[in-house]
């Protein structure tokens, strides 16, 4: 794939996460499982946006924090700081006092850009109906957009897609290396499309801007979906979601929920939707009950694993300006009795409460916590559920499952046949 970048966001890099504790010993990540065209230290991570494009001499370049009503398709190329794919691994299993590599953005390309929403319509027999020029444009695209994830599971035999969202005060960049990160780690055994919106206003209301962005684009990410879902060739599609980012990705699937419900069909055959991940969520726990859990979204999963922080110092304040609680930050006492267990039990709703992540990685613990890590990489790479042999958490009296700081450590056997994908 070739690949370009003209802008000085691709020199910018950041630090690869520590890695996942269950690697520290030197073993159980699977490099040998590893797709030959991915055993490489410059990869493809790719991109679905509705930020504003960044433009130099007519050519994308990059994105920023405004608003799109044209949904962007393209790749970007990060690199691994490591000489090559052996010293790479062994980097993946250093301890924290070893070489961590750095990940950057070396180069950028938007593959095809979809017209502007809403699509023009015209009234016809009482409906309003786009119109055959349009929808042809934009089926067009859609097929360009299908036939390169086509290509790329023809390329590289991976069949799942992992797909991540971004929260509040991310730039493109961030989101493309936080995804390279998740991927990296979970084995490499998926396409990796990050969903990225135009999160990252700055100033003292960048938060309540990233807010209403978030809704802005929950349109494009429910389109963004289905697209995916229509791919045959596709079986899979995992979903991480960060802060805001679980609004997004939450109210597109609720969308898709009922939409193909009303059209007959069983969601989570059709969505093709497998585990979803949401970490230190900023949702409304009530909200959530009254949209989500009573329009049953989690039947369209195999599981649901929601990660609370009790110390996430960025959702207390959300909690704060908000006056209602947040899902990551939630307790047993801001549900009703036997509301978590019921959730567990009907609708495979995991709450995992994560120990010891305070102060700055109070909020981005998902993505910095060597534990928190390690369970996510579980979760996705052996589709266990939470208690087992293979995710080892324990559960507390309340019913929500805890990650202690040292996890999974001794108590992980060795994983050495995975999950047929």
């Not at 990796?192 to 809704?215: C, H, I, K, M, Q």
């Amino acid at each position: 794939m070739v690949l370009a970048c003209g802008l000085a966001a691709c020199s910018m890099g950041v630090q690869l996460s520590q890695p996942p504790n269950l690697y520290l010993d030197g073993r159980n990540y699977p490099a040998s499982l590893v797709p030959e065209v991915l055993q490489v230290v410059d990869a493809p991570i790719f991109y679905v946006t509705d930020r504003a494009p960044v433009r130099t001499e007519g050519r994308v370049t990059g994105y920023g924090t405004g608003r799109s009503d044209a949904m962007a398709f393209g790749a970007t190329q990060i690199r691994f700081g490591a000489v090559d794919w052996e010293d790479l691994v062994a980097r993946t299993h250093v301890d924290r006092g070893g070489r961590i590599s750095r990940l950057d953005l070396v180069a950028l390309r938007e593959i095809t850009r979809f017209p502007d929403i809403p699509l023009p319509a015209r009234r016809q027999s009482g409906e309003l109906r786009v119109t055959p020029e349009a929808r042809s444009e934009y089926e067009a695209i859609t097929r360009e957009f299908q036939n390169a994830i086509r290509a790329e599971v023809q390329r590289t035999g991976n069949r799942r897609i992992l797909v991540y969202v971004h929260g509040v005060s991310n730039e493109f960049d961030n989101s493309v290396q936080t995804l390279a990160n998740l991927w990296h780690f979970t084995g490499r055994r998926s396409i990796p499309v990050s969903f990225t919106w135009p999160a990252g206003n700055a100033g003292l209301l960048g938060y309540f801007r990233d807010r209403e962005a978030a809704d802005f684009s929950v349109y494009h990410a429910k389109e963004f979906l289905r697209m995916l879902a229509e791919i045959p060739e596709v079986e899979d599609i995992d979903i991480v979601a960060h802060s805001r980012g679980t609004s997004v990705m939450t109210q597109a699937l609720r969308e898709m929920v009922i939409y193909n419900r009303g059209k007959g069909l069983r969601p989570k055959l059709a969505m093709k939707t497998g585990t979803l991940i949401l970490a230190a969520a900023d949702l409304d726990i009530g909200v959530v009950r009254q949209r989500l859990a009573s329009e049953r979204v989690s039947e369209a999963f195999e599981q649901i694993n929601i990660y609370v922080n009790p110390d996430d110092v960025a959702l207390r304040l959300s909690s704060f300006l908000t006056k209602y609680p947040r899902v990551g930050v939630a307790g047993a006492d801001d549900f009703k009795p036997n509301e978590l267990a019921v959730e567990r039990k009907q609708g495979l709703t995991h709450f995992i409460r994560v120990e010891g992540a305070s102060g700055s990685g109070s909020h981005s613990y998902f993505r910095n916590n060597p534990a928190v890590l390690s369970d996510i990489v579980l979760a996705l790479r052996t589709r266990a559920f939470p208690g087992g042999t293979l995710r080892p958490l324990e559960e507390d009296p309340d019913t929500i499952w805890r990650l202690q700081p040292n996890y999974p450590l001794e108590r992980l056997p060795n994983l050495i046949v995975e999950v047929e994908r």
